[in-house]
């Protein structure tokens, strides 16, 4: 799933010559689940950025992983930010390749994850390693347990909404406590919070 036709179109013609024998397409996440649930794909191929909004493909990986731990999923993304690339493993991405990788590298990937293995791209591994041993979560201490539980949930790659749901609370909290949590952490903008907070969880998990 991507929402750039002349990526898809690369792509496409890129595993057409990896047996790929049919290769349905989606721009928008509730259009790729809808597909997903009437195709039935030996592999997906997901952008973490949808027309639906940043990160949206976390979402519906979050959401494809509830009902579907086995169908490979290969990450495709201009994301490099290694809490970025941590997050999309920890939701159940099988390998992680960047958009601007050699030709050659993203057909071993789509190959290597179809076949059931994992991949992830060499150019980004090591940051991720080193990611996963910092103590960024150092600017975390005066977060209060209110915004420790909103937190977590916003690096789940849940809406506000959906967050207010499960902690029933109001919508009207839930984005307080967000306004709160881009003052301490630093961020200019949701999707800079929902990196914060999907860093927190990489480095604390």
Request: proline letters at 3%.
């Amino acid at each position: 799933m991507d929402d750039h036709p002349v990526v898809l179109q690369g792509f496409k013609q890129l595993v057409e010559g990896a047996d790929a024998k049919e290769i349905v397409t989606a721009y928008k996440a509730s259009e790729g689940f809808r597909r997903y649930r009437t195709r039935r794909p030996d592999i997906i191929v997901l952008d973490l950025q949808m027309q639906a909004g940043a990160f949206s493909g976390l979402s519906f990986l979050r959401r494809l992983r509830l009902v579907d731990v086995e169908t490979p999923v290969l990450v495709l993304s201009l994301h490099r930010d290694p809490a970025v690339v941590g997050c999309a493993l920890r939701f159940g991405a099988s390998g992680y390749v960047p958009k601007d990788a050699a030709p050659e590298e993203v057909l071993r990937a789509f190959q290597l994850v179809r076949d059931g293995q994992s991949y992830i791209s060499p150019e980004i591994a090591s940051d991720v390693v080193f990611h996963w041993l910092d103590k960024r979560t150092k600017r975390l201490k005066h977060v209060t347990s209110r915004e420790f539980e909103v937190l977590t949930r916003l690096a789940k790659g849940m809406a506000y909404g959906e967050i207010a749901e499960d902690l029933e609370l109001s919508y009207r909290t839930i984005g307080n406590t967000c306004a709160r949590l881009k003052r301490k952490l630093g961020a200019q903008s949701r999707v800079e919070l929902m990196r914060a907070a999907m860093e927190y969880v990489t480095n604390t998990s």
